[in-house]
């Protein structure tokens, strides 16, 4: 069973860095997933924030948060994170971790929530202006 746990959203100032982490657990070896990060914010739909292949060689990202937001993993600690930068109030929503390990190849990064089979349960980001 794959378990995806998301951490550190909460309240941060415009401007502000925070970093969201998702740790997986359970039979769960991140470095044989592709793992993406995905925001949903009241009243809209969810949508693709980043992609990190299984390999680690590709990144994709969203036009909105290119730039400025990165995501990377810590293999030892199986651990995706998300690290958010020059937030702006448009960046408020939950955010959710991914995970899916049916891509062969080591360089796909896929966009669409379909693509995926496991999530997490998803952490809250306000950003004040």
């Known amino acids: 069973q794959v378990q995806l746990v998301e951490s550190g959203g909460g309240l941060v100032q415009a401007g502000g860095s925070p970093r969201l982490s998702c740790a997986a657990s359970?039979?769960?070896?991140?470095?044989?997933?592709?793992m993406g990060w995905f925001r949903q914010a009241p009243g809209k739909e969810r949508e693709f924030v980043a992609a990190?292949?299984?390999?680690?060689?590709?990144?994709n990202y969203a036009d909105s948060v290119q730039g400025r937001f990165t995501i990377f993993r810590d293999i030892d600690k199986n651990t995706v994170y998300l690290q958010m930068n020059s937030l702006k109030p448009e960046d408020t929503a939950v955010y959710y971790c991914?995970?899916?390990?049916?891509?062969?190849?080591?360089?796909?990064?896929?966009?669409?929530?379909?693509?995926?089979?496991?999530w997490g349960q998803g952490t809250q980001v306000t950003v004040s202006s």
């Open positions: 359970g039979r769960t070896f991140i470095g044989s997933y592709t």
């Open positions: 991914a995970a899916d390990a049916s891509y062969s190849s080591g360089r796909d990064t896929p966009r669409f929530g379909y693509d995926y089979e496991f």
């Open positions: 990190l292949s299984w390999s680690g060689g590709s990144t």
